[in-house]
């Protein structure tokens, strides 16, 4: 089965420092989500990226699909951007979004 | 409203209780998601339903039943239960059921068996 692994487990950044967290995928992919999920637990989708770059105010991530893998990049961390993101992909002839284990960030002020 | 509501919030149920989870889209989705994530494991799925049809569970015990009137809402509807059950429950949506279609979650319900 397609498995999703995500790294590093756990980052603590200080505050305006820059990051990138990696996400690789075991088998060719039709969606790749990138999701923040805050402390209450609300997940929030970040990126819709099955290959490519995309760029949203101070994250952007890239994919790409032929050597199985999406980078998620955060620049100059705010203390909000603390959670946990996933990533979550769905094989090219499924449904089921399969998610990785998550990298929990902390963002000390 | 907007997105994807869920309710209730926070659930504490006795195992021998019967209770229901309500999730709302207000998206013009067809197809919805129930997905657990119990600490420190991976987020994973239970049903999915397009078009109030169930297409997918994900060998989920039978004290768990989902329910999909139409496309908006989708319940699940608990009874005893075991304090393994204890977990964060996520209601999703999608446009189609095809894996190009991005999904949007709920805030989740927060359920605690005793």
């Known amino acids: 089965g397609i498995q999703v692994e995500q790294s590093p487990p756990d980052l603590i950044l200080q505050e305006g420092a820059n990051s990138t967290l990696r996400c690789n995928f075991s088998?060719?992919?039709?969606?790749l989500q990138w999701f923040h999920q805050n402390p209450w637990g609300q997940l929030i989708n970040l990126f819709y990226?099955?290959?490519g770059t995309k760029q949203n105010g101070r994250l952007s991530a890239t994919t790409v699909a032929t050597e199985r893998y999406s980078l998620l990049y955060i620049s100059s961390s705010q203390t909000t951007d603390s959670g946990v993101y996933f990533c979550?992909?769905?094989?090219?002839?499924?449904?089921?979004?399969?998610f990785g284990g998550g990298t929990r960030v902390l963002v000390k002020p | 409203e907007t997105g994807v509501t869920q309710t209730p919030r926070h659930l504490v149920m006795g195992m021998t209780n019967k209770k229901s989870l309500k999730c709302e889209q207000h998206?013009?989705?067809?197809?919805m998601y129930w997905y657990k994530q119990s600490a420190k494991k991976p987020l994973e799925l239970m049903f999915v339903?397009?078009?109030?049809?169930?297409?997918e569970n994900n060998s989920v015990p039978s004290r768990f039943s989902p329910e999909c009137p139409n496309s908006s809402h989708l319940f699940l509807h608990l009874h005893t239960l075991q304090p393994e059950d204890s977990a964060l429950y996520l209601c999703?949506?999608?446009?189609?059921?095809?894996?190009?279609?991005?999904?949007?979650f709920g805030p989740g319900t927060r359920l605690t068996v005793t």
């Open positions: 999703a949506s999608s446009q189609g059921l095809a894996g190009g279609y991005e999904q949007y």
């Open positions: 088998d060719s992919v039709n969606n």
């Open positions: 990226i099955p290959s």
């Open positions: 979550a992909e769905i094989k090219a002839a499924g449904n089921k979004l399969t």
């Open positions: 998206l013009g989705h067809n197809a």
């Open positions: 339903y397009n078009f109030k049809e169930q297409t």
